[in-house]
């Protein structure tokens, strides 16, 4: 059955990242999804997520608006690339990451699509 999700039909919260805001449309609690899993994400500027990964699951951002900076490596820090809008960024399964605003005025806003069915973090120490 298709299953449409209105933005006011979006599970909305803020997760273990500090000051970011999700709002997820299509996972296992929104739609009975069992392997995908689709959010709308908003960092504030200046705003970063903890040093983390998404465990066994793959990782698609699509930036929408505002520009972000993505560190990874064995400590989440080693590598970086910018990402525009109309960009795309793979993460792949287990990779330790952060995800930055560049921007000090501007709120960065992209779309999370994963191929599991919830929104898995794993906070790294």
């Known amino acids: ?21 999700r ?21 504030p500027p200046g705003g970063r997520t903890l040093i983390h990964h998404h465990g066994d699951c793959e990782t698609s951002i699509y930036i929408i608006s505002g520009r972000a900076r993505f560190t990874w490596g064995p400590t989440g820090t080693e590598h970086e690339t910018i990402a525009d809008p109309g960009d795309f960024v793979y993460v792949p399964a287990n990779e330790i990451h952060v995800e930055a605003n560049v921007s000090l005025t501007e709120a960065l ?17």
């Open 23 to 43: 709002e997820t449309a299509i996972s296992g609690e929104t739609t009975g999804s069992s392997g995908i899993y689709s959010s709308v994400l908003r960092t």
């Open 109 to 125: 806003e992209v779309i999370v699509t994963r191929n599991c069915p919830e929104p898995v973090t794993i906070v790294v120490e």
């Open 1 to 21: 059955m298709v299953k449409r999700v209105r933005p006011n039909d979006r599970v909305r919260e803020t997760d273990n990242h500090p000051g970011l805001s």
